[in-house]
Structures are given as C-alpha cells and as structure tokens.
C-alpha cells in the first residue's frame, strides 16, 4: 500500500480539530465526540467522510448558520426499548452518540432497541454508530437520509437521499463484519472527493435531467444541487443492472428515518429554502441494536459470523485474483496500515486545514508546511 500524501499524526489531527470546533462555538465534549467520528472515517480509508469533509461539511455550516454548535437534545418519546430524539439542528453526530448510549443500555436490559432522531443534520459515517454496538457484542443497524441525490428507477430527478443502510456484526475475528455502504452507486461525498482532488467521476454514476452520463466532478456537485442531475442507485439505470434493487432499500431508509421520527424528508431536505437561501437540513436518523445474548449468546453469535466471513475469504477465487474479502476487512487492514504513520492529507485538506487554523488563530504547526 503506497501513499505519497503527508501524514498528520493521529493525535495532532485530533486535538486541532476538538480546538477548531470549540472555536467555533461547540462544547469540548461535543467537540471531542466529531473529531473521533471524523478520525474513524480516516482510519477505515472513508476519506469522503473524514478529514476532507472538516471544513466544507461541518465548519462551513456552522459559519452559514445551517448547523447549530450546540446541541440541544429533547427527548420526544421513550419506552423501555424504544426512544424518539430531537436534535434541534444541532451536531448530528453528538445526537447520534447520545442516542446510541442510551439504546446500548436497553438492549442488554431488554434484548433489543430502537430509536429514531429528527431534526438533525449530518452523522458522519453510519458504520460508527452500528460500530459503537459490535464493540459491545451487539448487533447494530442504523440509516439515514439526506439531501435528494437519487434519481428513481426509470425517473432523472433527484428524489432520494444516498442514504446508507449499515449493519456491524460482532465476530470472533479483530475486527467485526461491518457493512457501511450507500443505497446509491456512489455517494456524494465520493464526488466532493473526486472534485477537490480533480478527477472525473466514472461515466454511468451520475445522470443528467437529459438522461445522459455525465463525469464532471465539479460541474455535478453544482447539478444535483440545482436538480439537474441525479445519482444512479445501487445496481445502476434501469432494471437490466438491476437498479430497482437500490432504489427501494433507498426508499426503505427514507421512510424509517422520517416516519418513526416523524420528521421530514426527500425534498425537505435539500438545505435552500424556496427563495433559495441556505437553511436547516432537518435530517432523519433510525437506529436498532439487538443483544444475541436474547436469542443463543453473544459467543455463539460470534463465532458463527466468523466462521462464515472466513468461509467466504476461502472460497474459491476468480482467476488473477489474489483474495476474497468480507465487510470491514479492507477498512481493518487500512487502520493496521495508518496507525503508526497518521492521517494522510492532500492538497485540499492541507489548505482547509490551514484556512480554519489561521481563522482562530489556532498555534498548531503542521510538518507539510515545511
């Protein structure tokens, strides 16, 4: 695995951004609970959600006033399995880490839990709240929707958020079987990436109003916000790839994330109000942890699920291929690859990195200034 990028120290990374969010007016506790989910997202290789999305995601927004600092969290309904949150606009990720501790805690009492959060904004990847359940021997499933980025099988316009339906399982291996992927063939963060790095995004991922291909990673960013452009879903456009099979898990994490929070959604969601300011996202967040302790054991669970995924990684192998892999392998090999070394940051990073340090007035030095 070879990287040319300069590489930040994990723990420098960390503690200029817990600052940089304090500076901007988030609690040091909240500030700590962002970074670590932005930092997990770079140690897994998710760089669309990482580092790259500090500035642009979070910080920018904050500044505009489309995401609030603090996070007010109100709780709207709440049983013994299950709980209905209101973040306010607030930090998605603060309410989602909240959210996730407290559905922890009733699924070892109760077997199972689930809740759902409205009002909210971005959570960062959804593989670090079914993450936070697999650490504990539980299962955990979480989704969320987002700005309409997904045209309908067989429609152009931009309907659906990328929405990911993620899964993290607990194994008996070092790492669980964590399936953290969008219901789109490819999410928009991946194209922010192409575009700050200057790629073309690959021809059949991205559809014009027109219905035709398109690879300008920056010239699609400004489409899907206008509605001139739209994401394939999962399998592609049409039904010969069998695109209809993204569009409806897609439309399944749309109607959980709104209708058991009772919140809003596809294009209430889109962050510009009808006169075409920036405004609230109000996001919708669902979450389910269940304890195999309830059906034949945390243990039993765990072995079968490693005794499956090590099937799998030993089937057999199409020719010129070196391996088979399961969920979460590769983004486990990436972390035992970046620990000792840090953070890697292009171009892009290193200029955001600099502009909000130089903002606050930050005293971190960073050795890709040299």
């Not at 607030?90 to 199972?112: D, F, P, T, Y």
């Not at 995004?201 to 509605?227: C, F, R, Y």
């Not at 897609?250 to 994330?257: D, G, T």
């Not at 292009?346 to 040299?370: M, T």
């Amino acid at each position: 695995m070879e990287e040319r990028r300069p590489f930040v120290k994990w723990e420098l990374m960390h503690d200029f951004m817990v600052d940089a969010f304090k500076g901007y007016g988030v609690p040091e506790k909240d500030a700590q609970i962002c970074a670590d989910v932005l930092l997990e997202s770079d140690r897994r290789g998710i760089e669309s959600h990482g580092c790259n999305r500090f500035k642009p995601i979070y910080i920018d927004r904050i500044v505009k006033g489309t995401l609030l600092p603090v996070t007010e969290l109100e709780i709207l309904k709440e049983t013994p399995t299950t709980v209905v949150m209101d973040a306010h606009d607030g930090m998605g990720m603060v309410a989602s880490h909240r959210m996730m501790e407290l559905l922890i805690e009733k699924a070892k009492k109760n077997g199972m839990a689930g809740g759902a959060i409205r009002n909210s904004t971005h959570y960062g990847i959804a593989g670090y709240w079914s993450g936070m359940a697999s650490r504990e021997g539980l299962i955990g499933l979480t989704g969320t929707n987002a700005r309409p980025s997904i045209a309908p099988t067989f429609g152009v316009e931009n309907m659906l958020g990328t929405n990911p339906l993620t899964f993290s399982l607990p194994t008996d291996e070092e790492f669980p079987f964590c399936l953290d992927c969008a219901t789109s063939i490819v999410q928009r963060g991946k194209i922010e990436y192409y575009a700050r790095e200057g790629k073309l995004t690959p021809a059949g991922m991205v559809v014009s109003e027109g219905g035709q291909a398109l690879t300008d990673s920056g010239e699609i960013l400004k489409m899907l916000v206008d509605g001139t452009a739209a994401l394939a879903p999962l399998g592609g456009i049409g039904e010969e790839m069998a695109g209809y099979k993204g569009y409806g898990y897609a439309a399944v994490v749309e109607i959980l994330s709104a209708a058991l929070s009772g919140g809003r959604f596809m294009k209430a969601l889109t962050g510009v109000d009808d006169k075409g300011h920036p405004s609230m996202y109000h996001l919708g967040h669902f979450f389910f942890v269940v304890d195999p302790d309830a059906f034949m054991g945390r243990e039993t669970f765990k072995k079968t699920a490693g005794e499956i995924c090590r099937a799998l990684r030993a089937s057999k192998r199409a020719p010129g291929e070196e391996r088979i892999y399961t969920a979460g392998e590769k983004e486990y090999e990436t972390w035992l690859y970046r620990k000792d070394k840090g953070v890697p940051v292009g171009e892009a990073v290193q200029k955001d990195i600099l502009a909000v340090r130089d903002a606050l007035g930050l005293p971190y030095h960073f050795d890709f200034e040299d």
